[in-house]
T-cell receptor
Framework: AQKVTQAQTEISVVEKEDVTLDCVYE???????LFWYKQPPSGELVFLIR??????QNEISGRYSWNFQKSTSSFNFTITASQVVDSAVYFC???????????FGTGTRLQVFP | NAGVTQTPKFRILKIGQSMTLQCTQD?????MYWYRQDPGMGLKLIYY???????DKGEVPNGYNVSRSTTEDFPLRLELAAPSQTSVYFC????????????FGPGTRLTVL
C-alpha cells in the first residue's frame, strides 16, 4: 500500500536559516512518482516538483533543493537562506504507476520569522 | 488560461441541505479530481474522473456524488449535508493519470452547521 509520512508537524526558523523538510514514503511498486506542493496562507496548492523513481539525481531550483534517496525511501526538501515568504504548509505526495490516485502526507507547517 | 476554477469560495450550509460545488478547467485535461482537506491533515481523494462520462470513487466518497458530462466540468454534489463534511474542498486536473502533475483550484471552504 502507498503511504507518505511527514513526521515534522511544524518547524520554526529565523530568516536566512536553512531548513530541511523530511518525507518518507512506502510503496511496493518499482515505478512511482513523488511530488512536493506548497500551500501558502492564502490556501491554494502550488506545484513545486515531480520526480520519477528512476531519477535519483538531486535537483536544485534557486533556493530550493530536493534529495531523493531510494535506499531510505526518502524525498527531502531543503530551503536555503529561508525567507518570510517561504512560510507555508508543504505537502509531499506519492503516486504509483498505473494508478489514478495521489497520496498526500499530512504536511509540514514552516514558519519563517524575520 | 484560467487553469482550474472553483465556485463558490465560501459556503455555509445547514444540516440536511444540499449543494453543488462547481469545478471547471480550461487546460483540456482528461483527469479531474475532488479532494477534501480537514484541519491539520493532508488531502483525501473523494472522487475522480478519467474522462467525460467516467467517474470512480476515491478514499472518502460517502455523502458525495459527481458527474462528468464534459471534459471541462466536474461538479461535486453534497446531499444531506452533515457537520462531518465541514472541510476545504479542492478540485484538481491533470492531463494523464495521477503520475502526471495535478493542478489545483483555489478551494471552497464549506461549513455545515
Amino acid at each position: 500500500a502507498q503511504k507518505v509520512t511527514q513526521a515534522q508537524t511544524e518547524i520554526s526558523v529565523v530568516e536566512k536559516e536553512d531548513v530541511t523538510l523530511d518525507c518518507v514514503y512506502e510503496t511496493r511498486d518499482t515505478t512511482y512518482y513523488l511530488f512536493w506542493y506548497k500551500q501558502p496562507p492564502s490556501g491554494e496548492l502550488v506545484f513545486l516538483i515531480r520526480r520519477n523513481s528512476f531519477d535519483e539525481q538531486n535537483e536544485i531550483s534557486g533556493r530550493y533543493s530536493w534529495n531523493f534517496q531510494k535506499s531510505t525511501s526518502s524525498f527531502n526538501f531543503t530551503i536555503t537562506a529561508s525567507q518570510v515568504v517561504d512560510s507555508a504548509v508543504y505537502f509531499c505526495a506519492l503516486s504509483e504507476n498505473n494508478t489514478d490516485k495521489l497520496i498526500f502526507g499530512t504536511g509540514t507547517r514552516l514558519q519563517v520569522f524575520p | 488560461n484560467a487553469g482550474v476554477t472553483q465556485t463558490p469560495k465560501f459556503r455555509i450550509l445547514k444540516i440536511g441541505q444540499s449543494m453543488t460545488l462547481q469545478c471547471t478547467q480550461d487546460m483540456n485535461h482528461n483527469y479531474m479530481y475532488w479532494y477534501r482537506q480537514d484541519p491539520g491533515m493532508g488531502l483525501k481523494l473523494i472522487y475522480y474522473s478519467v474522462g467525460a462520462g467516467i467517474t470512480d470513487k476515491g478514499e472518502v466518497p460517502n455523502g458525495y456524488n459527481v458527474s462528468r458530462s464534459t471534459t471541462e466540468d466536474f461538479p461535486l454534489r453534497l446531499e444531506l449535508a452533515a457537520p462531518s463534511q465541514t472541510s476545504v474542498y479542492f478540485c484538481a486536473s491533470s492531463y494523464y493519470r495521477a503520475v502526471d502533475t495535478q493542478y489545483f483550484g483555489p478551494g471552497t471552504r464549506l461549513t455545515v452547521l
